[in-house]
Nanobody, 127 residues
Framework: QVQLVESGGGLVQPGDSLTLSCTLS????????MGWFRQTPGKERLFVAT????????NDGDSVKDRCTISRDNAKNTVYLRMNSLKPVDTTVYYC????????????????????WGQGTQVTVSS
């Protein structure tokens, strides 16, 4: 069974940093570009960041623009999202997902292209 499991969420204070992890089981993460999204109940899901299969290309979205770094360790079947200078508006559930791409350098920010999703991890930013 192919499964993504996110971890690393929790309660942090404004200005703190946090690293989320997402581990794939039942498949090889190196075969996929990966993405992070976030969604608050009742609101649309927002693109956060994406990274290519070969790790050389990445992009982040407006929701956490310039405050996040996506990385991956294919040997550990894991992708990471490092977020800095966290704000209360960053309080939401963060999801990772897989997307098939043809080229190793390709990235994808369209959520409809993503296939396997994790269950999400809650991040709460509050003093």
């Amino acid at each position: 069974q192919v499964q993504l499991v996110e971890s690393g969420g929790g309660l942090v204070q404004p200005g703190d940093s946090l690293t989320l992890s997402c581990t794939l089981s039942g498949d090889t993460i190196g075969d996929y570009a990966m993405g992070w999204f976030r969604q608050t109940p009742g609101k649309e899901r927002l693109f956060v960041a994406t990274i290519s299969k070969d790790t050389t290309n990445s992009n982040d979205g407006d929701s956490v623009k310039d405050r996040c770094t996506i990385s991956r360790d294919n040997a550990k079947n894991t992708v990471y999202l490092r977020m800095n200078s966290l704000k209360p508006v960053d309080t939401t559930v963060y999801y990772c997902a897989t997307v098939q791409t043809y080229y190793g350098i390709s990235i994808e920010n369209r959520q409809n292209e993503y296939e396997v999703w994790g269950q999400g991890t809650q991040v709460t930013v509050s003093s």
